[in-house]
C-alpha cells in the first residue's frame, strides 16, 4: 500500500534562509506525489506535484521538489523563507483516481 | 479560476442529529472525494464517487454516512445521529480525468463541531 512519512512534524526557520521539508514514501509501482499546503483557517492548496515527468517539479510561491526514486524521496524545498510560508505542508501520495493518502504534517514556523 | 465551494463554512449540531455538509465540485470534473481532519490529526480520505456510485470508501465511512449527488451541481456528505467524535474539518474535493486525474482541488472546508 502506498504512504508517505514526513520525518519532521516541526520545522523552524529564520526569513530569508533555505527551507527543507522532508517526504519519504513508500510505493509499489510508479507513484504520483504532491505537496499541499494549509495556512492557518484555510483550506488544502496544492503547491506542486509529480507525475513521472520531470524529476525536479516547481510549483508555487517558489517552491520545489525532487523525486529521487533511488532514496524513495521528495523533500520539498524553497531558497529563502518569507514569513507567509509559515503554514502546515503535507506531502501526498495517490492511489490513483480513488485516494490520495496523507503524510502526517509538517508545520513550518518562519521568524523574523 | 475555477474552484471548490463548500457550505457552510461552520456548522454546530447536537449530538444525535443529522448533518448534510454541502459541496459544489468544478464544473466537469468526474472524481469526487469527501476528506476530514480531527483536529491536531492527519487528513483522512473518507469516500470517493465517480459515475453516481461510491468507487471506494474507508473504514471510518460506515453506515453513519452516506454520500449524494443530487442534480449536476452539487455533491453531499450526510452524517445520521452525529457523534461527538465527528467533530472535525471536512474537505471536499473533486479532480479531472483529463488532466491525470490524480490532483485533486479542494474546498476551503467545513468545521462540524458535535456538541
Known amino acids: 500500500a502506498q504512504s508517505v512519512t514526513q520525518l519532521d512534524s516541526h520545522v523552524s526557520v529564520s526569513e530569508g534562509t533555505p527551507v527543507l521539508l522532508r517526504c519519504n514514501y513508500s510505493s509499489s509501482y510508479s507513484p504520483s506525489l504532491f505537496w499541499y499546503v494549509q495556512h492557518p483557517n484555510k483550506g488544502l492548496q496544492l503547491l506542486l506535484k509529480?507525475?513521472?515527468?520531470?524529476?525536479l517539479v516547481k510549483g508555487i510561491n517558489g517552491f520545489e521538489a525532487e523525486f529521487k526514486k533511488s532514496e524513495t524521496s521528495f523533500h520539498l524545498t524553497k531558497p529563502s523563507a518569507h514569513m507567509s510560508d509559515a503554514a502546515e505542508y503535507f506531502c501526498v501520495v495517490s492511489t490513483g483516481f480513488q485516494k490520495l493518502v496523507f503524510g502526517t504534517g509538517t508545520r513550518l514556523l518562519v521568524s523574523p | 479560476e475555477p474552484e471548490v465551494t463548500q457550505t457552510p463554512s461552520h456548522q454546530v449540531t447536537q449530538m444525535g442529529q443529522e448533518v448534510i455538509l454541502r459541496c459544489v465540485p468544478i464544473?466537469?470534473?468526474?472524481?469526487f472525494y469527501w476528506y476530514r481532519q480531527i483536529l491536531g490529526q492527519k487528513v483522512e480520505f473518507l469516500v470517493s464517487?465517480?459515475?453516481?456510485?461510491?468507487?471506494?470508501k474507508s473504514e471510518i465511512f460506515d453506515d453513519q454516512f452516506s454520500v449524494e449527488r443530487p442534480d449536476g451541481s452539487n455533491f453531499t456528505l450526510k452524517i445520521r445521529s452525529t457523534k461527538l467524535e465527528d467533530s472535525a474539518m471536512y474537505f471536499c474535493a473533486s479532480s479531472d480525468l483529463r488532466t491525470g486525474g490524480t490532483e485533486a482541488f479542494f474546498g476551503q472546508g467545513t468545521r462540524l463541531t458535535v456538541v
Open positions: 464517487f465517480y459515475n453516481n456510485e461510491i468507487s471506494e
Open positions: 509529480y507525475t513521472s515527468a520531470a524529476t
Open positions: 464544473s466537469n470534473h468526474l472524481y
